[in-house]
């Protein structure tokens, strides 16, 4: 009977500390570390925390992270996404389809007549971005070649100087990430918004 009740105590200790170390874990892993990992970020990185918001003429307009579509000649455009109904955050993925698959195949080529005949060029001309998904389908950039292309055809929608628009398409050019990481790219958003305060017309 002792034997027992001196496991019982035992046991009981042995619970409480365990209970005590899940309290004071949950607290500091739970409460106090995202409070100061929030706080260093909204300090240090105050337009990454709050999802990389663009703004323009007070209202916001999206995300530089999140790709978009733009209806009409006078944008540039993005790629072609397979989320949802199209850049639907909730719904990121892919199509899924192989390279060889017969859906996929009519889609890209479908793509290139319409952007080669929008864009006024050679459908072999078509750079790969314009015509394929991102994996995610929200990519926000497209390829310095996609965007050049689109130039003469904005600046034509636009009323503006051809030369004028190709130079703001430069201006966006990112290069690689540390230098090395990924490719030059042009991020769409940043762009149209560039684009929207230079003409002043039309809404992204």
Same mark, same amino acid.
């Given at each position: 009977m002792t034997s027992l009740t001196a496991t019982l105590a035992a046991l009981g200790r042995q619970s409480l500390a365990g209970l005590r170390v899940l309290l004071l874990l949950t607290v500091l892993l739970g409460v106090a570390y995202p409070l100061a990992v929030t706080a260093v970020a909204q300090v240090a990185f105050p337009r990454q925390a709050h999802g990389s918001m663009i703004e323009l003429d007070g209202r916001t307009v999206g995300s530089s992270l999140v790709g978009q579509a733009f209806e009409g000649p006078e944008w540039f455009h993005g790629r072609p996404s397979a989320a949802g109904d199209g850049y639907d955050a909730?719904?990121? $993925?892919?199509? =899924?389809? $192989?390279?060889? =698959?017969? /859906?996929?195949?009519?889609?890209?080529?479908?793509?290139? +007549? +319409? %952007?080669?005949?929008?864009? $006024? %060029?050679?459908? /072999?001309? %078509?750079?790969?971005?314009?015509?394929?998904?991102?994996?995610? $389908?929200?990519? #926000?950039? %497209?390829? #310095?070649?996609?965007?050049?292309?689109?130039?003469?055809?904005v600046a034509s929608a636009r009323g503006l100087d051809p030369a004028e628009v190709r130079g703001l398409v430069e201006e966006h050019v990112q290069g690689r990430t540390l230098g090395v990481l990924g490719a030059p790219r042009v991020n769409v958003l940043e762009l149209n918004v560039a684009l929207e305060r230079r003409s002043g017309a039309g809404e992204p």
């Amino acid at each position: 009977m002792t034997s027992l009740t001196a496991t019982l105590a035992a046991l009981g200790r042995q619970s409480l500390a365990g209970l005590r170390v899940l309290l004071l874990l949950t607290v500091l892993l739970g409460v106090a570390y995202p409070l100061a990992v929030t706080a260093v970020a909204q300090v240090a990185f105050p337009r990454q925390a709050h999802g990389s918001m663009i703004e323009l003429d007070g209202r916001t307009v999206g995300s530089s992270l999140v790709g978009q579509a733009f209806e009409g000649p006078e944008w540039f455009h993005g790629r072609p996404s397979a989320a949802g109904d199209g850049y639907d955050a909730l719904a990121s $993925g892919a199509s =899924n389809l $192989g390279p060889e =698959n017969p /859906d996929l195949l009519a889609a890209v080529e479908e793509r290139r +007549a +319409a %952007v080669a005949a929008q864009d $006024g %060029v050679d459908p /072999d001309d %078509v750079p790969p971005d314009a015509l394929t998904a991102s994996a995610s $389908g929200l990519d #926000p950039h %497209v390829s #310095p070649e996609y965007a050049r292309q689109q130039a003469d055809r904005v600046a034509s929608a636009r009323g503006l100087d051809p030369a004028e628009v190709r130079g703001l398409v430069e201006e966006h050019v990112q290069g690689r990430t540390l230098g090395v990481l990924g490719a030059p790219r042009v991020n769409v958003l940043e762009l149209n918004v560039a684009l929207e305060r230079r003409s002043g017309a039309g809404e992204p």
